[in-house]
């Protein structure tokens, strides 16, 4: 397969700020997907990003950067409820990393 | 309501069974793709399928097949050569293969017994 790393696990506080970030093999590249998914369900679409810069949509924003093969998942004003694994996906044949998983604290 | 429709939710499979999951889809999305997961893990592509009569392998596709004979449907059967089945699969699909997001279906969860 074709690597995209992220980091396994992250823990946050409540109303706090995290940054998930995300690495990728930049050849062949058309697009980079962000879901989250909560244990046992589907996934659900966040992001996408397919020009450089940053995405911003409610609490949640996503950064690309297509020369540096990077990408991040900002999320502000944490809620308990954003307790899930956070996948980065590369569009081209929808490789997906291994999920970052983040516990929200109170 | 359009959508991705998985079944069944759980299917149980014996040893040396071969098993087939359903995947339909009536969003008139050109690419439907297959996923494994594993507890505590990411999404792992099995096969996926850009259009009818066509599909490609992914990272993990010994042990399983797929077919695409209708635009809507990409059934994944898993083999009994497939020696470690128990995983969450996840079907998806979306409009191309580039630029579109993906909707996934609620996934079906198989346990070998």
């Not at chain 1, 944490?78 to 996906?89: E, I, P, T």
């Not at chain 2, 009536?26 to 996926?48: K, S, T």
């Not at chain 2, 992914?58 to 097949?65: K, N």
């Not at chain 2, 009994?80 to 279906?105: E, H, R, V």
Request: hydrophobic residues 30%.
């Amino acid at each position: 397969g074709q690597n995209i790393d992220q980091p396994t696990e992250m823990t946050a506080t409540e109303g706090a700020i995290v940054q998930i970030n995300c690495t990728y093999q930049t050849s062949g590249f058309n697009g980079l997907f962000w879901y989250q998914q909560h244990a046992g369900e589907a996934p659900t679409f966040l992001s996408y990003n397919v020009l450089d810069g940053l995405e911003e949509k409610g609490r949640f924003s996503s950064f690309l950067s297509r020369s540096k093969g990077y990408s991040y998942l900002l999320l502000k004003e944490l809620q308990m409820k954003d307790s899930a694994s956070y996948l980065c996906g590369r569009q081209g044949n929808l490789i997906f990393g291994k999920g970052t998983k983040l516990s929200v604290k109170p | 309501d359009g959508g991705i429709t998985q079944s069944p939710k759980y299917l149980f499979r014996k040893e040396g069974q071969n098993v087939t999951l359903s995947c339909e889809q009536n969003l008139n999305h050109d690419a439907m793709y297959w996923y494994r997961q594993d507890p505590g893990q990411g999404l792992r592509l099995i096969y996926y399928s850009q259009i009818v009569n066509d599909f490609q392998k992914g990272d993990i596709a010994e042990g399983y097949s797929v077919s695409r004979e209708k635009k809507e449907s990409f059934p994944l059967t898993v083999t009994s050569a497939q020696k470690n089945p128990t995983a969450f699969y996840l079907c998806a699909s979306s409009m191309s293969d580039s630029g579109n997001t993906i909707y996934f279906g609620e996934g079906s969860w198989l346990t070998v017994v």
